[in-house]
């Protein structure tokens, strides 16, 4: 007995309905249930289905991150909706032309409509930004999370540094202490945070290093750029003149950036949802237990973080 049409759309809406209502880590392991490729169809179809429905809409905040596919330097370029914390677009590589390939997608309009994009510092992501987004200079933003990425990795440097030149002299003082170093102040318990209060307030170069990095996070605060330009002038000398040579070279590499360091004070917008997004692609390849080729990492991103109208009418 074969199918109607109406039965084959039917089963394969609830399909997708009993997938929708699952976690990334269910669906995966429905699909794999299915079969590879039965489920592998199922999601690629409902794809096409929700891409050919979405409306060209004005997305006027961006984010642009890099993804993973497999391990060493196979990269994939995800950019996101900020607002809405979908997926817009999915790309081969991290180079000029892979973001430059979303931009091609888009009307005059939309392009225009663009009011901030939120980026780490990679130099092709800005080029493709610059060559294709009006008054693009003013639009882009540096991840303020970036930025305190950096600067944590200028303080584990001075951290393993230290730590090797103490215990030669048996000083055992920084052992296990690196993630307190890293770690937000807001996320240590009261008890962990008078633990580390001794080292943190002592004449430790890693002490200083740290200091630095807090300090730093201030300059996200400010609401005016001529206030927040002032404030990192002055942590800027700090810095340079600390004699602790990866924050010096950090608060140089902060410098030369400050420019779209400081569009933040005008969009307010970060690369958070891009991060959010990140772990959630990040389950899904790993409950999958990885994809074979690109085009089905691509459509399970879409599938899982895409927003999209996949059922079939």
């Known amino acids: ?30 699909l794999n249930g299915f079969g590879r490729t039965l489920g592998d169809g199922i999601m690629e179809r409902a794809v096409q ?27 994939m370029t995800v950019v996101n909706d900020i607002h809405r914390g979908t997926v817009e677009f999915v790309t081969e590589d991290r180079e000029k032309a892979s973001l430059e390939r979303y931009f091609a997608t888009l009307s005059d309009e939309q392009r225009n409509g663009i009011e901030g994009v939120a980026m780490d510092m990679w130099e092709p992501y800005v080029q493709a930004t ?9 639009k882009i933003v540096f991840d ?21 030149e103490l215990q030669a002299r048996g000083d055992t003082r920084l052992t296990g202490t690196k993630y307190a170093w890293l770690r937000h102040p807001d996320r240590f318990t009261r ?3 008078r633990a580390f209060g001794a080292l943190r307030n002592s004449t430790l170069k890693v002490a200083r290093a740290w200091a630095l ?43 030369t950036h400050l420019p779209n360091i400081l569009t933040y004070l005008r969009h307010r917008i970060t690369n958070a949802t891009a991060e959010g997004l990140n772990s959630k692609i990040q389950w899904i390849r790993y409950t999958a ?25």
């Open 289 to 313: 237990r990885g994809f074979r080729n690109r085009e089905n990492f691509k459509t399970a991103i879409y599938f899982h973080c895409g927003g999209l109208d996949l059922y079939p009418h």
């Open 49 to 75: 289905r929700g891409l050919r429905r979405r409306q060209a809409e004005v997305v006027s905040q961006i984010g642009v991150d890099e993804k993973a596919f497999r391990k060493g330097h196979s990269y």
């Open 213 to 255: 990095k807090e300090t730093a996070a201030d300059l996200w605060e400010y609401r005016y750029v001529g206030a927040a330009r002032t404030f990192f002038r002055r942590w800027y000398f700090w810095a340079t003149h600390s004699r602790l040579q990866p924050m010096i070279e950090k608060a140089r590499m902060l410098k």
């Open 144 to 164: 303020r999370f970036h930025c305190a990425k950096h600067l944590n990795e200028g303080v584990d440097r001075v951290r393993r540094a230290e730590h090797r």
């Open 191 to 193: 008890a962990a945070w």
């Open 1 to 30: 007995m074969s199918l109607q049409p109406a039965n084959v759309m039917q089963m394969t809406g609830q399909a997708i309905s009993h997938l929708g209502s699952r976690s990334p880590t269910q669906r995966a392991a429905i």
């Open 130 to 138: 610059r060559a294709q987004v009006p008054h693009a200079d003013a």
